[in-house]
């Protein structure tokens, strides 16, 4: 009778964190390393959804410094989609890529794109975030956090309250192309509500980096209505770890899904809340249920 050899323990979530900050940063090297003055984009889907070579490659860079540190491991990227496990268990580590989060900015010369990885364990509801980095390579600004507090270059991000309203701002480009097309008249109320009712918005045109932003106090609270787990993964993760807060929407999906896959969401820097952001996620919400009802939706 043969014995089969005992499966590697699963790595703890510092461990996991190293790799994925290895791997961050070998990407952030490579982008660091070229002229964006002069970038070829392609488009995915429209003039706003655009990619570049160099996304590819920094995907590519990102998976091969992941399997080499854990052969074993699941990847779900941006660019390439999902690389399976050879063997899927409850244990299961998965990496959410983004290899360039901000491609625009990117492609534009600005400096205000990142790579995120963000990491999780389990499978299904079951899928808990363990880890998460987000690295700003031209801003030389690398966020982390495992099972303990959140780190800005190794310094501890301390926890913040969320300003009111009157004082807060906000770092979102919520309502994006996507919505105003799927729901116009909510975008519409939404542009307006949301401007009138805080201090002040901004979009910096990466989801990664506002929930990082956002994590490290420096605004007051994000939200996006059609978002992907690669996009948010790390940055929920930062966030609370930071002693954030956070609330989520999951459109037509299933809500028992663990947060970083349903596609709409709500951050603050702390536990305080910013009514209007999660006011105007409710009607989105109440809208797109609304809609796949076949009625028309009620303004809150």
């Not at 990496?95 to 364990?121: E, Q, R, W």
């Not at 270059?153 to 906000?170: F, H, Q, V």
């Not at 116009?184 to 932003?213: M, N, T």
């Not at 059609?226 to 966030?239: R, T």
Request: glycine share 8%; proline share 7%; charged share 25%.
């Amino acid at each position: 009778m043969s014995i089969q050899p005992a499966s590697a323990p699963t790595p703890s979530a510092d461990e996991l964190l190293r790799i994925a900050v290895a791997a961050a940063h070998e990407a952030a090297e490579y982008l660091r390393s070229l002229d964006r003055d002069a970038l070829d984009r392609e488009y995915k889907t429209s003039s706003h959804d655009i990619v570049t070579v160099h996304d590819r490659r920094s995907e590519e860079i990102i998976v091969a410094s992941l399997r080499a540190a854990l052969p074993d491991c699941r990847i779900v990227g941006e660019e390439g989609g999902e690389r399976r496990a050879e063997e899927a268990g409850p244990d299961q580590v998965s990496f959410y890529v983004d290899p360039i989060d901000g491609t625009s900015n990117f492609a534009a010369g600005l400096p205000l794109f990142c790579v995120s990885i963000g990491v999780a364990i389990g499978t299904g509801e079951d899928e808990r975030l363990v880890a998460g980095v987000i690295d700003v390579p031209i801003l030389h600004q690398v966020f982390t956090a495992a099972d303990g507090p959140a780190f800005l270059n190794g310094r501890e991000i301390a926890p913040r309250s969320t300003k009111p309203a009157a004082d807060a701002l906000l770092v979102t480009g919520y309502p994006s192309q996507r919505i105003i097309s799927e729901e116009p008249e909510v975008a519409a109320r939404a542009a307006s509500d949301l401007h009138l009712g805080v201090s002040a918005v901004r979009h910096l045109g990466s989801a990664a980096i506002e929930l990082a932003y956002v994590a490290a106090g420096w605004a007051d609270g994000t939200g996006l209505g059609s978002i992907n787990a690669w996009d948010v993964a790390a940055g929920f993760h930062l966030l609370e770890r930071a002693g954030g807060s956070l609330r989520t929407w999951p459109a037509l999906g299933d809500p028992r899904r663990p947060a970083h896959h349903q596609p709409a969401y709500a951050a603050c820097t702390g536990p305080e809340r910013i009514e209007v952001l999660d006011r105007l996620m409710d009607e989105l919400q109440a809208a797109r249920e609304a809609r796949a009802a076949g009625s028309t939706p009620t303004p809150m």
